[in-house]
């Protein structure tokens, strides 16, 4: 079975860290883009990172540059998500997706992915 799952979410107090992990099952991780988004409480998902099939081109969002870092292991067929000095705005449902031919992960054009996990929560607050 083709499957994503998340996992890592949790609460944290401001400034904290979390690791979010991307599990996938069925198929081969690292021979596709794989991409990190996000949808907090009325309002539209948007991209926060992705990571080329190669690895070669990694993007951040603007609000998360210098916060967050992706990575792959692949020996574990999984993607990390680190996030550190968390805000509250971080505050959001995380999902991990897959883009099959590269053309819209390093975009953040969620329409085009193409394999999504279920999400994981992350609250930060005090």
């Known amino acids: 079975q083709l499957q994503l799952v998340e996992s890592g979410g949790g609460l944290v107090q401001p400034g904290g860290s979390l690791r979010l992990s991307c599990a996938a099952s069925?198929?081969?991780?690292?021979?596709?883009?794989i991409g990190w988004f996000r949808q907090a409480p009325g309002k539209e998902r948007e991209g926060v990172s992705c990571?080329?099939?190669?690895?070669?081109?990694?993007n951040y969002a603007d609000s998360v540059k210098g916060r967050f870092t992706i990575s792959r292991d692949n020996a574990k067929n999984t993607v990390f998500l680190q996030m550190n000095s968390l805000k509250p705005e971080d505050t959001a449902v995380y999902y991990c997706?897959?883009?099959?031919?590269?053309?819209?992960?390093?975009?953040?054009?969620?329409?085009?992915?193409?394999?999504w996990g279920k999400g994981t929560l992350v609250t930060v607050s005090s």
């Open positions: 069925g198929f081969i991780l690292d021979t596709y883009a």
């Open positions: 990571m080329s099939s190669a690895g070669g081109h990694i």
């Open positions: 997706a897959v883009d099959y031919y590269g053309s819209s992960c390093l975009y953040f054009r969620g329409t085009g992915m193409d394999m």
